[in-house]
């Protein structure tokens, strides 16, 4: 058993360090602000920020964990994904998915569960999620059909 799991180690150590040789995953960039929504009020604003632009803007912190393969090919992924979809920073071209924002907000869908942990900010409380409900559907015009708790 002792040997399988001095084993099992290094192979997982072994893995770790290769990974780290994977070039996907480490282009960290934030291109240029171009055009933002007209957001209702700032704290709406600040909301969004705290909840959505990590993943949806071109203003993404990037962790430390975000340069360690192989979070960081996750980490990417998600980033790459979310601004396809809806990109606070780019509002002058179409958004594929700005109408579900609210909705996806109000049904707790958005933050993602798994983002929360780590990014105890995002941790929205129910005023806080129906303001930005609110928020997301005065820009998109067009309003949530969810629950909200």
């Not at 632009?53 to 960081?72: K, Q």
């Not at 994904?81 to 907000?105: D, H, I, M, V, Y």
Request: some cysteine; charged content about 20%; overall charge neutral.
């Amino acid at each position: 058993m002792k040997k399988w799991l001095h084993r099992s180690l290094l192979g997982v150590v072994v893995f770790g360090v290769a990974a780290q040789a994977v070039p996907y995953g480490r282009d960290h960039t934030n291109p240029a602000v171009v055009a933002e929504p007209s957001w209702s009020d700032p704290g709406v604003r600040a909301l969004a920020v705290r909840a959505c632009y990590d993943c949806h803007s071109n203003e993404s912190r990037w962790p430390w964990y975000s340069h360690v393969a192989p979070v960081s090919w996750l980490v990417q992924s998600d980033v790459v994904e979310g601004r396809q979809a809806l990109n606070f920073s780019e509002w002058n071209r179409p958004q594929e998915e700005a109408s579900e924002a609210a909705k996806a907000t109000a049904n707790q869908e958005m933050p993602p569960a798994m983002y929360v942990p780590l990014h105890a900010e995002s941790r929205l409380s129910a005023v806080e999620r129906e303001r930005l409900v609110r928020g997301l559907s005065a820009i998109t015009g067009r309003a949530a059909i969810g629950k909200v708790d």
